[in-house]
T-cell receptor, first 114, second 112 residues
Framework: DAGVIQSPRHEVTEMGQEVTLRCKPISGHDYLFWYRQTMMRGLELLIYFNNNVPIDDSGMPEDRFSAKMPNASFSTLKIQPSEPRDSAVYFC????????????FGPGTRLTVL | AQKITQTQPGMFVQEKEAVTLDCTYDTSDQSYGLFWYKQPSSGEMIFLIYQGSYDEQNATEGRYSLNFQKARKSANLVISASQLGDSAMYFCAMREGIDMRFGAGTRLTVKP
């Protein structure tokens, strides 16, 4: 089975541009998570979905960030407008279910905002 | 409040030797899961091993084992017979409820 798929793997953009990151979770997984990893702050949970419904977006840093999950096999994380401090690796992860289920990560998207 | 603590920013081990990476956690929940992930220089996060809070036996996965001491709230990762390919960042994580909290990581370097 395919793991979590993310695209693009690398994104370089200029400040002020809109950036859209994409994720396809593992088929059958009910939970989807978006994380951001930086040297300064480590891995941070941004938002997670259960059965396509956003449950907790308290980790989303600003209104410039938004996430959607229109169906069970696709999610997007959008930054508009992007800023240099948004440069980071963004991971998508999915899990089958509840509290003790393993989260499987995608390969990540390395975002650079110039 | 910091929930996952990895006190070793960096560790070195000789090839073929065993190494222990430390992890302590803080929770008042009875049900939780403990995880270790490996992040090589290529950047992906690779799941290694899982320990449930109610599991009485330490988890093992090949060369990886988790030394779970519930009373001390520690979940150390033991890698036996280290290989050069084990050089990477290692993250301890705890899942209580739905979200997962990660430690700051330990960078392991395996020397030939």
């Amino acid at each position: 089975d395919a793991g979590v798929i993310q695209s693009p793997r690398h994104e370089v953009t200029e400040m002020g541009q809109e950036v859209t990151l994409r994720c396809k979770p593992i088929s059958g997984h009910d939970y989807l998570f978006w994380y951001r990893q930086t040297m300064m702050r480590g891995l941070e949970l941004l938002i997670y979905f259960n059965n396509n419904v956003p449950i907790d977006d308290s980790g989303m840093p600003e209104d410039r960030f938004s996430a959607k999950m229109p169906n069970a096999s696709f999610s997007t994380l959008k930054i508009q407008p992007s800023e240099p401090r948004d440069s980071a690796v963004y991971f998508c992860a999915s899990s089958l279910g509840g509290a003790t289920d393993t989260q499987y990560f995608g390969p990540g998207t390395r975002l650079t905002v110039l | 409040a910091q929930k996952i603590t990895q006190t070793q920013p960096g560790m070195f081990v000789q090839e073929k030797e065993a190494v222990t990476l430390d992890c302590t956690y803080d929770t008042s929940d009875q049900s939780y899961g403990l995880f270790w992930y490996k992040q090589p220089s290529s950047g992906e996060m690779i799941f290694l091993i899982y320990q449930g809070s109610y599991d009485e036996q330490n988890a093992t996965e090949g060369r990886y084992s988790l030394n779970f001491q519930k009373a001390r709230k520690s979940a150390n990762l033991v890698i036996s017979a280290s290989q050069l390919g084990d050089s990477a960042m290692y993250f301890c994580a705890m899942r209580e409820g739905i979200d997962m909290r990660f430690g700051a990581g330990t960078r392991l370097t395996v020397k030939p």
